[in-house]
């Protein structure tokens, strides 16, 4: 006999049902949230036009009519106000990822080194927590901005390093390659070479957990990333021409430079950050089981081998979410640097208020741009967070 279907579903559109309330209860909680957006809309624009304020972000499209000392893309005072915009959030990033990059290493070794045999090593590590933990991240941007505005010389007195770099306290300035075909060859081959690295450390992993047998990773990978950069650069005539600086009477001339302002902002949100970063790396390593080590002893593993091999892939579980954090918070405390006069998107918006006085859409786009790399480095880090994960069978 074949078995009788089960009788279909009914559905209860009854309130006494626990599923229609809550599909009500919220439906109506987004009715609220919804009306009092309305509302204070509605009444801020009010009170605006009787005040006589404009609004609107129609300005965006209007000459900003003023100059940005650090550029990453072509601009000039008669471009739009969006375009300075843009201009400021390329700064802002250029500070995020290079101070995310460098207070990551800074705070892994640190961190590391409380955990070494070495007394001095564990002082000065701690030393170093204690004392940029606990000073505020703004003193540390004047501070460094000081002693590179006071302390070095002018910029036509600079001091040459080789004859190539030049210190003074307009910044450092340094040759740069002279942009042509061969370069972008070159960083589309280290593309290519970094993806089949990545094939191949997948492949040695397999074959490591196959025979046993491990296969190297890291030759491999740099030689592949290399040889693609070569036969790229190769491949575009191999482009050898250099811009560089030259001291002028009154200023460098030639090559690139990094400003005192973003020097500043990148040594204080560096330092700070790493601290943090720092403990949270000490925490993680202090939570894996001591056993963990002495099993690896018995194995004749050395030190360094049981903290690369062993101890730090298991703390990476715990390291990651604080992690995020202090990412979050560099991002955001790159929001000082206008204390200091550099040119990142709060500094921006400063500007386009004092000469639009559109207020609420300049913080609103400040807000906007804000959420966004926050979210989507929250979302990079949990995707990283659930590969790193235990996996459980």
Request: net charge positive; charged share 10%.
């Amino acid at each position: 006999m074949t078995p009788r279907p089960p009788p279909p579903k009914q559905r209860n559109w009854s309130l006494r049902s626990r599923a229609v309330r809550a599909v009500l209860y919220q439906v109506l909680a987004l009715l609220l949230i919804v009306l009092a957006a309305w509302f204070l809309a509605h009444n801020t624009l009010q009170n605006m036009r009787v005040r006589g304020i404009q609004s609107g972000f129609d300005f965006l499209t209007q000459p900003a009519g003023f100059d940005i000392g650090e550029l990453l893309l072509p601009y000039e005072s008669t471009d739009p106000y969006w375009k300075a915009f843009i201009a400021g959030l390329l700064n802002t990033l250029r500070v995020a990822l290079i101070g995310i990059a460098l207070a990551t290493v800074i705070g892994t070794v640190l961190g590391v080194g409380r955990f070494s045999p070495n007394a001095l090593v564990r002082g000065l590590c701690y030393a170093y927590v204690e004392l940029f933990r606990n000073v505020p991240v703004l003193l540390h941007l004047l501070m460094w901005y000081l002693i590179l505005t006071s302390s070095l010389p002018s910029a036509g007195e600079a001091r040459s390093v080789g004859g190539l770099f030049f210190l003074s306290n307009g910044g450092v300035s340094y040759p740069v390659p002279v942009w042509a075909l061969g370069h972008g060859l070159a960083l589309a081959g280290l593309l290519l070479g970094a993806v089949l690295a990545r094939l191949w450390a997948g492949r040695a992993r397999r074959l490591f957990e196959q025979t046993g047998r491990p296969r190297p990773v890291l030759l491999p990978t740099l030689a592949l990333m290399l040889g693609g950069g070569l036969i790229g650069w190769a491949a575009g005539g191999a482009p050898a021409d250099w811009n560089l600086p030259k001291a002028g009477e009154f200023a460098v001339d030639g090559g690139a430079s990094l400003t005192p302002e973003f020097i500043s902002v990148l040594l204080g949100l560096v330092l700070y950050t790493a601290s943090y970063i720092a403990e949270v790396v000490r925490a993680g390593i202090a939570s894996v089981p001591r056993g963990q080590g002495e099993a690896a002893s018995a194995l004749g593993l050395f030190r360094g081998q049981q903290m690369r091999l062993i101890v730090l892939p298991q703390a990476l579980r715990v390291i990651i979410p604080p992690m995020t954090n202090q990412f979050l918070n560099l991002t955001k405390n790159s929001s000082l640097a206008v204390a200091i006069g550099y040119p990142d998107v709060v500094s921006i918006s400063n500007t386009a208020i004092n000469q639009t006085g559109r207020a609420i859409e300049c913080i609103s786009i400040i807000m906007l741009i804000y959420l966004s790399t926050s979210l989507g480095t929250s979302a990079l880090m949990n995707w990283y967070n659930k590969r790193a994960a235990i996996k459980e069978r």
